[in-house]
Structures are given as C-alpha cells and as structure tokens.
C-alpha cells in the first residue's frame, strides 16, 4: 500500500504508529526555495527542529535514516550523542554518501559526500544479504571472490540527482538518488514491510517501495508537492 498524507510530521506521525523503517531528508537549512516552508532558521532553531525530528522518530520506527548537509556534520554528532543518552534501547552508526560531481572551487576542496545517520534499535533487524555488491574480485574472474557478493561498507557512492538526471522531478529543490534510497530500505526491511518517508519531497521514497513492494507512507507538508507525487506517481490510491 502507498499513501501520501499532507501535513507537518509533528501533526501527523504521531497517529500513523510503527513502521520498520523510516527515511528523513529534512531540509537543508541553506536557504533552498521549497514552495511551502522557508528554508532558513536560525542556527538554534533549526538544531531544535532537528532534535525534536529524532525524538519524534524515535517513537515511530525501528530503524531510522537521515541525510543531512554536510554544514551541519558537528552540531548533528552532538544532537545523537545526548540522544544515545536519553534512549539506551538505540545504536548509531554513520554512513556517508560520495559523489565527484561538485562546484569548482579555487579556494579550497569542495564539498563531495553527504552524511547519513542510522539510528537502529538495538533489536530492529537488518538484512546485510539484500544489499551484496559484486566484488572487486567477481568482477575480475578472482576464484577466491565469494560467489554473492560482498556487502558494501559504509561509504556509498551514489552521485547527485543533478537538473539533467533521468531521475529528477523539477518541482524539488532537492531529491535523493534511488540507489541510495533502494540500499536504505533493502538493508532495512523485507518484502512487504513497512517504510516511512518524513519529507517526501520529490516522492522518491515512495517511488523506490512501489519497486521493491514494500508499503510506503510519505508524509510531505507542501500540498502541491503531493500533488505532484500523486501526478508521477499514476496512482489512483494514494
């Protein structure tokens, strides 16, 4: 099932119970021009939006992934250690996204990753096996390469989703890569579990569990851009 609720995350998530997995790509606090939420908070409200995110979560999912701005690398470490203090029954691990394409820059290195976060409850499953990557030593003919796969370790090279992508809808400022988002929910759920997409945004997510046939409730606060999800979407359903 797919569904796409309009409204603010603090409003509805709280009467949508428990899902497997939850995917949050919160705005980025950078002044993007979404249609229907400023994107610039002052730093102390925006790190409060982002805590009241990860409480909020919390209740409302297994496991947990946020992709965040880089900017934003030091404050959101702090933000899950005392989370990890408030709530022993999670772990963190942190994942990174690279990408090579970037701004030129002359003044220093640009910017080529993205972080993610993972919260997990300490017993929420995961399943390492849906996400093997052939080897370097399958791809090469080596008889030593174990014949699965690998599992990939946690740097994920997956580029931006740039203007002239395949994947891009243009009614976003910002849209995470299927690849990194199919990895997200296969590492997380099985056939037929249950995800959760905080800002739906572009609709990827949802787009991404139509593939895998797992039930996807996307929560996005724009009403046209759930118009536009439905629209791309060509799904009477939702």
């Known amino acids: 099932m797919l569904s796409i609720l309009n409204g603010d995350i603090f409003d509805i998530l709280p009467d949508c119970g428990v899902f497997d997995c939850l995917i949050a790509d919160p705005p980025d606090n950078i002044g993007l021009k979404y249609t229907g939420y400023k994107d610039k908070l002052s730093e102390e409200d925006y790190l409060e939006f982002l805590n009241a995110c990860l409480e909020v979560f919390s209740e409302h999912a ?6 965040y701005n880089a900017k934003y690398t030091y404050p959101m470490g702090a933000l899950v250690y005392y989370f990890l203090d408030r709530h022993s029954d999670f772990e963190a691990k942190p994942f990174i996204q690279t990408f090579t394409f970037g701004q030129n820059r002359t003044t220093d290195c640009g910017n080529g990753h993205r972080p993610i976060l993972r919260l997990k409850r300490k017993d929420a499953p995961i399943y390492p096996d849906q996400i093997k990557i ?6 090469h003919g080596d008889p030593r390469a174990s014949k699965g796969g690998k599992v990939p370790l946690d740097t994920w090279d997956f580029p931006r989703v740039t203007g002239n992508s395949r994947q891009r809808r243009p009614w976003c400022p910002t849209q995470l890569h299927e690849g990194l988002v199919e990895r997200m929910v296969n590492l997380s759920t099985q056939k037929g579990g249950t995800v959760c997409d905080a800002f739906s945004g572009s609709g990827t997510t949802m787009k991404v569990c139509r593939k895998l046939e797992r039930d996807c409730t996307s929560i996005e606060i724009d009403p046209e851009y759930c118009k536009k999800i439905k629209e791309a979407e060509y799904n009477e359903d939702l």
């Open 134 to 139: 052939p080897s370097w030593r399958l791809l």
């Open 62 to 67: 297994g496991i947990i992934w946020i992709s």
